[in-house]
């Protein structure tokens, strides 16, 4: 895979609601907190390799005592997320959200006020995750599914963020410039984890980043995908709205803190870019 050519591609066809048993070293299974509902536990700690900025991202990173101090004090850090099991898309942390979550925690250090935009949140874990690092985070969904915007609001107030103070949750659809879209401000990263599941709307998620880049032309766009098919393809979609891809190396993504990226993933594929626009 080179830049530029993105082949969505190579799944096994197995999509089931789980990863791999094995990955029990970050998650697990506890109680039943409401009918159909179980917590699922994802521990990050600190890895005594960490990378101190986001690939790509070289802005300077404000330094204060107070920041170097809950920097340092941040060695794990332990995220409940409520699941609603035999449910829709966004009830469920689908393995491509461990592996951002994952990749923002070694680069925490730089997500200290940085303006971070979640597409299609589902239960949020990266987002999440990205707050309780220091970085003032929107948490966003399709606006015409209230139970799944419902949700990621519990899923922030089981991890005592209280949505409008500490995070803001949004309806937002792709490929739609609502309201929602203009008020959302300046942003310097957009993260998304397995958005590119259905290829009817890979257009619509296209159309919605080129529009959030040229407001924002120096953010980027950082998303994990899970391979499924081999006719999957964003080639064309990114020549056809200006924008630019690169794969990002994920194979040593937890190994510093002694995390196989296999525990994490089972046996899917999983992918890890980044998108911002043509210069």
């Not at 101190?52 to 330094?63: D, N, R, W």
């Not at 949004?170 to 490929?175: F, H, R, T, V």
């Amino acid at each position: 895979m080179t830049s530029g050519h993105f082949q969505l591609n190579g799944g096994d066809g197995n999509d089931s609601n789980s990863s791999s048993s094995t990955a029990t070293t970050n998650t697990l299974t506890t109680g039943v907190t409401r009918e159909n509902e179980k917590i699922r536990n994802f521990v990050f700690t600190k890895s005594n390799n960490s990378i101190e900025a986001i690939t790509s991202l070289k802005e300077p990173v404000a330094s204060t005592s107070a920041n170097a101090a809950r920097q340092e004090s941040l060695e794990k850090l332990e995220i409940q997320i409520p699941e609603l099991l035999q449910s829709g898309y966004s009830f469920y942390t689908w393995p491509c959200a461990p592996v951002l979550a994952w990749f923002l925690w070694e680069r925490r250090g730089a997500l200290v006020g940085k303006r971070i935009l979640e597409l299609g949140a589902g239960t949020a874990l990266p987002g999440i995750l990205a707050a309780k690092c220091g970085a003032q985070v929107i948490l966003s969904d399709n606006c015409i599914l209230p139970k799944s915007l419902a949700h990621i609001q519990r899923s922030c107030e089981h991890n005592n963020l209280v949505p409008g103070r500490d995070i803001r949750v949004i309806g937002l659809s792709w490929g739609l410039l609502l309201n929602s879209v203009f008020s959302l401000g300046p942003l310097d990263i957009i993260i998304a984890a397995d958005c590119f599941y259905d290829p009817s709307i890979f257009e619509d998620i296209i159309v919605t980043i080129s529009f959030l880049l040229d407001r924002n032309p120096s953010a980027k766009f950082i998303f994990t995908y899970q391979e499924r098919s081999a006719d999957w393809c964003i080639e064309a979609l990114l020549k056809k709205w200006k924008l630019r891809a690169i794969l990002i190396n994920s194979e040593d993504i937890g190994k510093a803190s002694g995390i196989e990226i296999s525990d994490i993933i089972g046996n899917h594929t999983i992918h890890l870019l980044e998108i911002t626009k043509e210069s």
